[in-house]
Structures are given as structure tokens and as C-alpha cells.
């Protein structure tokens, strides 16, 4: 069985950075895709980026100022997020995936001034 665990969100100003990380508990993690989706208040969960062993991909609105690695060593997934909007506010949630779909419990991000 998968366990996903989210840190590193927070409130942060307009124009700011955060880091969150995701630490994976289970087997053959470097196997797995991995993605960052978020979910404002009233809307639907998006995806935010996603990184396979064939690279990265990101949600037009968060091209150039979010990126997505990996440390297969550590088992975690990391979401670098600079230049944050005010529109970024959201819970943010780490997914694996490969045979079955696993979901963090998410972590809050706030950009406000």
C-alpha cells in the first residue's frame, strides 16, 4: 500500500516562494508517475504538474514559475512554486500513479497580501 504525505504550504504574499514536498511510503516509487493537482474553493481539481521517467509537464498557468522533481534516493517529490499569484491559493495534493492511483491528504497554500 501507498502513503502520500504533503509539506511545505503555508501563507505566503504575492510574489513569493514555497516548496512543497511529498514523501512516498510503499515500493518502486521511481516506477511511479507523479503529479501535483490543486483545488481552489468552489472549483475542481486540476492538474498542476506531473513527472514520469520521460520528463515534466505543467498547466499553462503555472509554466515558468513551478517546477516539479524528483529524488527517487528520498522517495519524495518536490513542487518548487515561485512568482505565486494570488490565484495559486488552493489545497495542494501529490498523486502516484501507475497500475492503481494513490492521493495525498493535501497541504493549504495561501497567497495573500
Known amino acids: 500500500q501507498v502513503q502520500l504525505v504533503e509539506s511545505g504550504g503555508g501563507l505566503v504574499q504575492p510574489g513569493g516562494s514555497l516548496r512543497l514536498s511529498c514523501v512516498f511510503s510503499?515500493?518502486?516509487?521511481?516506477?511511479?508517475?507523479m503529479g501535483w493537482y490543486r483545488q481552489a474553493p468552489g472549483k475542481q481539481r486540476e492538474l498542476v504538474a506531473v513527472?514520469?521517467?520521460?520528463?515534466?509537464n505543467y498547466a499553462d498557468s503555472v509554466k515558468g514559475r513551478f517546477t516539479i522533481s524528483r529524488d527517487n534516493a528520498k522517495n519524495t517529490v518536490y513542487l518548487q512554486m515561485n512568482s505565486l499569484k494570488l490565484e495559486d491559493t488552493a489545497v495542494y495534493y501529490c498523486?502516484?500513479?501507475?497500475?492503481?492511483?494513490?492521493w495525498g491528504q493535501g497541504t493549504q497554500v495561501t497567497v495573500s497580501s
Open positions: 498523486n502516484a500513479k501507475l497500475a492503481t492511483e494513490f
Open positions: 510503499g515500493s518502486f516509487f521511481r516506477l511511479y508517475t
Open positions: 513527472i514520469t521517467t520521460g520528463g515534466t
